[in-house]
Nanobody, 118 residues
């Protein structure tokens, strides 16, 4: 089992920045790729970014160039640095863990709310 706890959400003005953190406990953190997803009001959950155990990352087009995902395997933590935030970034943000040998995100955090005001 892997337990994930997100933090760092809040209210920010458009153009501002936030950094989300996701602390993992349980099995070996470095065995998992980590992903960030979000769900905006009235919309389906969507992919935001992912980072492999070795640090390779992929981003959704909507956040590319503005968001940066990183991880600290020594601290069992993954981060999402969000810059130049827009009102359309308002959502509940979730982190998730996918075993390196798997294709499905098996473990999810409870989510943290990000609200961007115009």
């Amino acid at each position: 089992q892997v337990q994930l706890v997100e933090s760092g959400g809040g209210l920010v003005q458009a153009g501002g920045s936030l950094r989300l953190s996701c602390a993992a406990s349980g099995r070996s953190f470095s065995s998992y790729a980590m992903g960030w997803f979000r769900r905006a009001p009235g919309k389906d959950r969507e992919f935001v970014a992912t980072i492999s155990w070795s640090g390779g990352s992929t981003y959704a087009d909507a956040v590319k160039g503005r968001f940066t995902v990183s991880r600290d395997n020594a601290k069992n933590t993954v981060y999402l640095q969000m810059n130049s935030l827009k009102p359309e970034d308002t959502a509940v943000y979730y982190c998730a863990a996918r075993h390196n040998s798997g294709s499905v995100y098996d473990y999810w955090g409870q989510g943290t709310q990000v609200t961007v005001s115009s």
